[in-house]
């Protein structure tokens, strides 16, 4: 998806003054009927372009097609306007990861226009819903837009392995005929191939509902945002999100959907990352602790004040490689390690991999060099939290913070003498230490 920015705004054109009133009157509707989302589409810089038939937003500026805003109705408007700030609000932007941005914004769009209905607007005939996306495996109130992505995605895969196989057993008549027949199908999938090809390189901005599609944030350079970047535009989306909302609360008019989302959004997706923030602390200057005796010359018969920093000295990091952890939640957990370790100079930061026993080490005397590892090259045993502690124990690692991430369903192993952080991707609380849910 990169560079797909630079073409929204190369094809900038100038809408006539009819287009302009009717974009804003709309604005200005929206922002009497649902004070929150026209508090949200007033704070995105609109850019009217060409190059796509629709609308879309990167989670920054609102780009319309003209002809397409002209052609629907107050209502419609409205309601497409609304649309788009959900994909913003629901951070479509910046979540996509390496999924199929087609089926992304399908996913997106079938569960933005349910509660948008619900909620009274008013959309597109063409705007998608659930009966869009067939036979469903779960109850409509059990999928994100990930989840319904991630099934699609399978559907998709097992169609064609269907299709695969329905075309194995017609080619197994006699030889002749398979050789023949082989040669065709050969060059029925190399064309197929090539339009498929051509269908995934084809229009990036295609709408498959006529309701606006969103697109993912961009680097000033034109390049996909990194793991620390997504994480700072999460935080600073989820200020901008609640600061609206207060707006709209104030005013007695925000929706219930929306309201229950920010709440989530204020213990999840802000929170977490203040309380890790916090754990690890914002620095200051060591001082040497005569309570606290260093374990690394006690054990030689020498007795040694710890020298303790009030903040972080060193950190340790330990990754539940069992499956149980998602790739987003590490890299996002990862992110904001890196940018507070950065923020407060840690000294040291020892990150371990492991499920039931420890599969890699990585230690870092500069937080800046601090880099993500593939996890699925160390995962899929099961999970035992006793390993990092021992390798700590075993290594005489002076530990000042200790953080694990993990979904927490193992026994807890023996209590440490230093202050452990558990950040669970799961509901489940640790029997020591604090313990923190990430989303």
Known sequence: ??????QLRDGAIAPSDKVLRHVSRAKIRLQISDPFSGAIVMQMPTVFTGALPTMATDGTSLYINPEFAESLSGDEIVGVLTHEVMHKIFFHHLRRNNRDSKIWNVSGDVIINHLLRKDGKTLPESGLDWDSVGELKKSREDYSTEILADELISNKQEEKQDQDQDQ???????????????QDQDQDQDQGQGQGQDQDQGDPFADEGGTGIVIDAESDSGEPLNATEISQAERELASEIQNCAQIAKAQGKLPAHVAEYVKDLASSTVDWCDEFARFLGKGSDHRSDWNIPDKKWLKRGIFQPRRVREGTGHVVIAI??????????????????????LDIDAEKVTVIYCDTRIAHVDNFDDPSDITERDLGRYGGGGTDFAPPFQYVYENEIDVDSFVYLTDLEARMPEE???????????KLEADFGKTIHIN
């Open 416 to 426: 440490p003498d230093y202050p452990v952080l558990w950040v669970s991707t799961t």
């Open 1 to 6: 998806m990169s560079g797909l920015v630079s």
């Open 168 to 182: 194995d057993q017609g080619q197994s008549n006699d030889q002749e005929q398979d050789q023949d027949q082989d």
């Open 320 to 341: 539940d490689t069992s499956a149980s952890v998602s790739t987003k939640e590490y890299k996002a957990l990862m992110a904001e390690a890196k940018s507070i370790c």
